[in-house]
Structure formats: C-alpha cells, structure tokens
T-cell receptor
Framework: RKEVEQDPGPFNVPEGATVAFNCTYSNSASQSFFWYRQDCRKEPKLLMSVYSSGNEDGRFTAQLNRASQYISLLIRDSKLSDSATYLC???????????FGSGTKLNVKP | DVKVTQSSRYLVKRTGEKVFLECVQDMDHENMFWYRQDPGLGLRLIYF???????EKGDIPEGYSVSREKKERFSLILESASTNQTSMYLC???????????FGPGTRLTVL
C-alpha cells in the first residue's frame, strides 16, 4: 500500500471554477503535510504547508483531517496559470522522510 | 534565494557505465536528498544525507550509492547503469529534516 495516494486526474475545469483535490495517507504517525506544485518538465515547488487548523493563502485553502487521514487543497477562481500537477507530501519525523504522492494533474481551460 | 543546481539536464549512458550525478546547493542546508520520479509512481527517495559524510538509505537504494564530502555537494552514483534506471533524477535540500525541500531542475537520464 502506498504511503500517500492521490487521484491522478486530470481535472479539466474552466477558468473561474472552484476545484478541490484530496490526498490520503496511510501512517497515522505522520506529522507534517505539504502541497507542492510541479509544472510540466520542471521541479516541484512548495505551494503551501498544511496546518492542523487549516490554512489559506489567497485563492488556495488547505485542510487536514487527522481522523480520516486525508488532506485537501481547494483552489477558488481558477486561473490558466494554475494548470500544473499538485503533489501531496507527508513527513514522518521518526523516519526523517518525506513521502510524495504521484500527483493530481489540473488543466484550467479558457 | 535558495538555489539547487544539478550537473546535467539530460544525460544518455550505456548499460554498464558508471554514472555520476552531481548536486550543489548554496544555502548552507544540512539535509540533501536524491529522488527519482517516474510516471504513476511519484517521487521515490533513493538516499538522503543529514550531514557531511553521513548518508541514509531511502526506499529504493539498490543499484545506487552516494557521496557527501562537502556540505554543499551531494553526488549520486550509478555503479553499473541499467535500463531500469532510466528516469528523472531530482536533488533537493532542506535546512532541517522537517522543513520545506528545495529542488534542483532535475536530470533526465536515459540508459540504452
């Protein structure tokens, strides 16, 4: 079983739409959580950290549900420039490892 | 601004060759990582290092070794390249083990 699972998509949405991705993780001992963004043929870059209380950065909102072991990313008012692959990342402190999901692809269309 | 650089963007090698992938970071980060990224499998950790001359195996270390002689440089070595090592290789660094990782641009390695 994979440590982190994501729906690969693609999610095809029109500009201005709201879209949400979920990601589930298998180890309840996981302690920190992130969303990274990866553009085609580029390296991953941090989009936002995910805190227990949830956090918001402009049009992006991240939530953590420890009981159900999933994190979510909500994008409001989608822009063409949001088209990318979004990677869910989970950190287990006791193993000093980051586990990456295989990514969810988002296509925002005019 | 953190910068992580990798020695090559594209590399083509033959089966059995010894391959060196170099990674350099300029932010005095303690931790450095090597991943490979394959379609449908995501990023998988090969090795990481939390200090000079220290290394730990990741999830898929077989067929690879690493070297960290200086804090800023972390090398990945394929002792005898095989076709199943054709992949995108990404190096990353972070200040602490729980901190954001900064990635290099990647090396797309093809083994023929």
């Amino acid at each position: 079983r994979k440590e982190v699972e994501q729906d690969p998509g693609p999610f095809n949405v029109p500009e201005g739409a709201t879209v949400a991705f979920n990601c589930t993780y298998s180890n309840s001992a996981s302690q920190s959580f992130f969303w990274y963004r990866q553009d085609c043929r580029k390296e991953p870059k941090l989009l936002m950290s995910v805190y227990s209380s949830g956090n918001e950065d402009g049009r992006f909102t991240a939530q953590l549900n420890r009981a159900s072991q999933y994190i979510s990313l909500l994008i409001r008012d989608s822009k063409l420039s949001d088209s990318a692959t979004y990677l869910c990342v989970v950190n287990q402190y006791n193993f000093n490892k980051f586990y990456f999901g295989s990514g969810t692809k988002l296509n925002v269309k005019p | 601004d953190v910068k992580v650089t990798q020695s090559s963007r594209y590399l083509v090698k033959r089966t059995g060759e010894k391959v060196f992938l170099e990674c350099v970071q300029d932010m005095d980060h303690e931790n450095m990582f090597w991943y490979r990224q394959d379609p449908g499998l995501g990023l998988r950790l090969i090795y990481f290092s939390y200090d000079v001359k220290m290394k730990e195996k990741g999830d898929i270390p077989e067929g690879y070794s690493v070297s960290r002689e200086k804090k800023e440089r972390f090398s990945l070595i394929l002792e005898s390249a095989s076709t199943n090592q054709t992949s995108m290789y990404l190096c990353a660094s972070s200040l602490g083990t729980r901190d954001e990782q900064f990635f290099g641009p990647g090396t797309r390695l093809t083994v023929l």
